[in-house]
C-alpha cells in the first residue's frame, strides 16, 4: 500500500475492515489493544516494566502495573472504547516484543494522538515511524480532516519527536494552554501544554514548514522554537 513520501517507513499493510486492526510494515507491526489480538501476560510484562518506572509513566495517563488486575482492566477499558468506535489503541510489537502503545482517539471530524514507549526504545526514532502508520491510517483509510497531539513543557524528549515529524508533514503549532499536572500523575501546579495539528490538506501538501494557526504569532518567535532545534 502506497504512503506519502514524507514518510520514513517505506511499506505498510493495514489489515481489518473499516478501522486496521493489524497494521504492519518491515519494523514493527500494531495490534489493535484488544481481548481477541494481544496476550494480557505480554501486556502486562509491559506495564510492569522496572527499568527507571517513575521516569517511564512519568508523562502517560497510567501508572507501573504491579498486578495483573490492572493491566486487565485497562485491556478491558481499551477494548470496549474501540467496540464503541470512541479510541483505536493499539500495541507496538518489535521482533515480537511488547514495547510500547498508542491510539487515535477520535471525534469529529478528527483525532488526537498519544504514544508510550519502554525506555530502552526511547532514541531510536521509533516514535517518528509509528506516527508515520498512525497519519496513514487517520487520513487514508479513516479519512479523517486533522489529527492533534501535544505533550507537557516538561516532557522534553516527547517535545522533540513531535516537532520532529510536525515539521516533516507541515503541521502547525497550536499554542501552550495550561493543564493540571495532577492529570499526569504530578502535582497540583498548572503546566503548558504544548500543542500541535496536521491537517488532511497539510499532509498532502508538498511544503515543509510548520505555519501557525494563532493569528500574529509565528513559530520562531517562541522559545519552544529554539530548545527543539538544539
Known amino acids: 500500500m502506497s504512503l506519502s513520501e514524507k514518510a520514513l517507513i517505506e511499506t505498510i499493510q493495514c489489515v481489518g475492515e473499516d478501522v486496521p486492526h493489524i497494521v504492519k510494515t518491515p519494523e514493527f507491526t500494531l495490534l489493535r489493544t484488544h481481548h481477541e489480538q494481544v496476550s494480557l501476560d505480554k501486556l502486562h510484562s509491559l506495564f510492569n516494566e522496572l527499568q527507571d518506572p517513575d521516569e517511564v509513566f512519568k508523562y502517560c495517563g497510567w501508572s507501573h502495573h504491579s498486578k495483573i488486575d490492572e493491566t486487565k482492566n485497562f485491556l478491558d477499558k481499551r477494548t470496549e472504547e474501540w467496540m464503541n468506535d470512541e479510541k483505536y489503541s493499539y500495541v507496538i510489537v518489535k521482533q515480537g516484543e511488547y514495547v510500547g502503545t498508542t491510539y487515535i482517539d477520535v471525534k469529529s471530524g478528527g483525532a488526537t494522538f498519544g504514544l508510550w514507549l519502554r525506555k530502552k526504545f526511547w532514541g531510536e526514532n521509533l516514535h517518528g515511524r509509528v506516527t508515520d502508520a498512525r497519519i496513514h491510517v487517520a487520513f487514508q483509510e479513516l479519512d479523517l480532516m486533522y489529527v492533534d497531539v501535544g505533550c507537557l513543557d516538561y516532557n522534553e524528549k516527547s517535545l522533540r519527536s513531535i516537532t520532529e515529524y510536525i515539521n516533516r508533514y507541515g503541521g502547525s503549532y497550536y499554542g501552550s494552554p495550561l493543564v493540571s499536572y495532577s492529570n499526569y500523575g504530578g502535582g497540583d501546579e498548572l503546566v503548558p ?37 538544539r
Open 193 to 229: 501544554h504544548h500543542e500541535f495539528v496536521i491537517t488532511q490538506e497539510q499532509y498532502r501538501s508538498s511544503e515543509d514548514k510548520i505555519d501557525t494557526t494563532i493569528p500574529s504569532v509565528e513559530w520562531s518567535d517562541t522559545s519552544l522554537f529554539d530548545r527543539v532545534k
